[in-house]
């Protein structure tokens, strides 16, 4: 039976023939205008990233290497006794693109179980930081701190063909996705438990190893596989898959390009979302003294706060026009082990009050729930009450997907990323010679 890096080997002769037929004899096929809006609005819908690891659909949202989120959860294999699927079957896939055997994942998970030990000055590193630091900012800096241990740096040093890049970048992501777990686990006994920590147990898969280190009983184990899972991927665009792909243009190694993606994924604008959920919600909880409201109460304060010009939060996306499938995974999750959870109770409320209202206001394009919806809730049940260290879990997840695309950009050799500037003079003469040929401007300008 072939390994995952010779299936992946195979893939990799399979594909490159096909980008660079696209490169040498469709060059010059417009894919796509850029608007100032694009230009100016951070690049929005602008297609310009290639990635076959996912795509989102605004129907069925993400789907991984063309599985609908539900498939890649009835399709992967299991550990024994789980709802969940091994998080090293995702790797598989994401990698491959193909559904891994039983006998593949546990290889796989054999695999990651031999790369898991971290070395001693990562430890030293984290308990240098002042107890007060954010947990982010000790993430990032003990990935970075790895940085000697590139293989890639290694190869690349010494002398590698372009061809082979994607070798050790391969055993790069293999090596630090096997170490995150315990860094981030490390990291939150330093700052919440004491600097008591948990040792890894060599027998358990990566989600559950996880959960063991945290110190939180079953089910968080599947928590932990759902969280990873979900928060894999989400196409290229985004500010913590971009940062990645964009560092790694530059040949910079795995650690130097996760390191980069999770100070992206520290912004408020883009990882922070869930941790603003939960604080609204807990809030709203104070106002209603605890108690549960009746549909029509909830429906009146739902209203009252769109009419004062505040929005809900964790409900619309800008790509989606349906519920976020990791929300319905979430919410299904909490149906079974958590129904009788409050904050469970106040979402699933807003489940069911939420969209018709935004429907009936007109202005939300997606009255729909995201994931950020619940996510915070669970974790919050399970014990973590931290909401800063949520962000690490969602870079823990995040890591996966980005490491999968690095190693493909690597095969398939895609190369600096550099696009063009323009200056808003330019951008000014070319609005008004589009007024002068009476192009109108689009009647979603606003929105855009």
Same mark, same amino acid.
């Given at each position: 039976?072939?390994?995952?890096?010779?299936?992946?080997?195979?893939?990799?002769?399979?594909?490159?023939? +096909?980008?660079?037929?696209?490169?040498?004899?469709?060059?010059?096929?417009?894919?796509?205008?850029?608007?100032?809006?694009?230009?100016? $609005? $951070?690049?929005?819908?602008?297609?310009?990233?290639?990635?076959?690891?996912?795509?989102?659909?605004?129907?069925?949202?993400?789907?991984?290497?063309?599985?609908?989120?539900?498939?890649?959860?009835?399709?992967?294999?299991?550990?024994?006794?789980?709802?969940?699927?091994?998080?090293?079957?995702?790797?598989?896939?994401?990698?491959?693109?193909?559904?891994?055997?039983?006998?593949?994942?546990?290889?796989?998970?054999?695999?990651?179980?031999?790369? +898991?030990?971290?070395?001693?000055?990562?430890?030293?590193?984290?308990?240098?930081?002042?107890?007060?630091?954010?947990?982010?900012?000790?993430?990032?800096?003990?990935?970075?701190?790895?940085?000697?241990?590139?293989?890639?740096?290694?190869?690349?040093?010494?002398?590698?063909?372009?061809?082979?890049?994607?070798?050790?970048?391969?055993?790069?992501?293999?090596?630090?996705?096997?170490?995150?777990?315990?860094?981030?686990?490390?990291?939150?006994?330093?700052?919440?438990?004491?600097?008591? +920590?948990?040792?890894?147990?060599?027998?358990?898969?990566?989600?559950?190893?996880?959960?063991?280190?945290?110190?939180?009983?079953?089910?968080?184990?599947?928590?932990?596989?759902?969280?990873?899972?979900?928060?894999?991927?989400?196409?290229?665009?985004?500010?913590?898959?971009?940062?990645?792909?964009?560092?790694?243009?530059?040949?910079?190694?795995?650690?130097?390009?996760?390191?980069?993606?999770?100070?992206?994924?520290?912004?408020?604008?883009?990882?922070?979302?869930?941790?603003?959920?939960?604080?609204?919600?807990?809030?709203?909880?104070?106002?209603?003294?605890?108690?549960?409201?009746?549909?029509?109460?909830?429906?009146?304060?739902?209203?009252?706060?769109?009419?004062?010009?505040?929005?809900?939060?964790?409900?619309?996306?800008?790509?989606?026009?349906?519920?976020?499938?990791?929300?319905?995974?979430?919410?299904?999750?909490?149906?079974?082990?958590?129904?009788?959870?409050?904050?469970?109770?106040?979402?699933?409320?807003?489940?069911?009050?939420?969209?018709?209202?935004?429907?009936?206001?007109?202005?939300?394009?997606?009255?729909?729930?995201?994931?950020?919806?619940?996510? $915070?809730?669970?974790?919050?049940?399970?014990?973590?009450?931290?909401?800063?260290?949520?962000?690490?879990?969602?870079?823990?997840? +995040?890591?996966?997907?980005?490491?999968?695309?690095?190693?493909?950009?690597?095969?398939?050799?895609?190369?600096?990323?550099?696009?063009?500037?323009?200056?808003?003079?330019?951008?000014?003469?070319?609005?008004?010679?589009?007024?002068?040929?009476?192009?109108?401007?689009?009647?979603?300008?606003?929105?855009?």
């Amino acid at each position: 039976m072939a390994t995952l890096k010779e299936r992946l080997f195979q893939k990799i002769e399979e594909q490159r023939p +096909r980008t660079r037929k696209l490169i040498k004899d469709y060059c010059d096929v417009v894919v796509d205008q850029v608007t100032i809006a694009q230009a100016i $609005g $951070g690049m929005r819908g602008l297609k310009s990233l290639v990635t076959d690891i996912s795509y989102l659909d605004p129907q069925e949202g993400i789907r991984y290497r063309g599985y609908t989120l539900p498939e890649v959860f009835k399709k992967l294999p299991k550990p024994p006794e789980a709802e969940m699927p091994y998080v090293e079957g995702l790797y598989f896939l994401l990698l491959t693109g193909d559904i891994p055997s039983d006998s593949e994942v546990a290889d796989l998970a054999d695999e990651f179980r031999k790369r +898991r030990i971290l070395p001693r000055y990562v430890y030293e590193v984290i308990d240098a930081f002042p107890s007060f630091s954010p947990p982010m900012a000790i993430f990032s800096a003990a990935i970075l701190t790895m940085q000697r241990e590139s293989f890639f740096t290694k190869k690349y040093q010494g002398g590698i063909s372009k061809m082979d890049y994607w070798d050790p970048t391969f055993e790069d992501s293999l090596n630090l996705l096997a170490k995150l777990p315990e860094v981030a686990s490390y990291i939150y006994a330093k700052l919440y438990r004491d600097g008591n +920590r948990i040792q890894s147990n060599p027998n358990l898969d990566m989600g559950a190893n996880f959960a063991h280190m945290m110190g939180i009983s079953k089910p968080y184990d599947d928590v932990s596989r759902l969280n990873f899972i979900i928060h894999a991927d989400h196409e290229s665009g985004n500010v913590s898959a971009h940062t990645g792909h964009l560092v790694g243009s530059s040949l910079s190694d795995i650690y130097l390009c996760i390191s980069a993606m999770i100070n992206g994924l520290a912004g408020p604008l883009h990882g922070l979302a869930n941790q603003e959920v939960l604080r609204w919600l807990q809030d709203l909880v104070e106002k209603m003294e605890g108690q549960v409201p009746t549909q029509e109460e909830m429906k009146q304060f739902v209203w009252d706060t769109l009419n004062s010009g505040q929005v809900i939060p964790g409900f619309g996306h800008a790509v989606l026009r349906k519920t976020d499938p990791r929300y319905t995974l979430q919410r299904e999750f909490c149906q079974t082990h958590m129904k009788d959870d409050l904050l469970f109770k106040y979402t699933d409320l807003l489940f069911k009050v939420v969209p018709p209202i935004l429907k009936e206001q007109g202005k939300a394009k997606n009255p729909w729930p995201n994931v950020d919806a619940q996510s $915070g809730i669970i974790h919050w049940h399970y014990g973590i009450t931290q909401y800063e260290f949520y962000t690490v879990l969602f870079g823990i997840g +995040r890591s996966i997907g980005i490491t999968a695309n690095l190693i493909w950009d690597r095969a398939l050799g895609y190369p600096l990323e550099r696009p063009k500037s323009v200056t808003t003079d330019m951008l000014e003469s070319i609005a008004m010679k589009a007024k002068t040929k009476e192009d109108k401007p689009s009647k979603n300008c606003k929105e855009e």
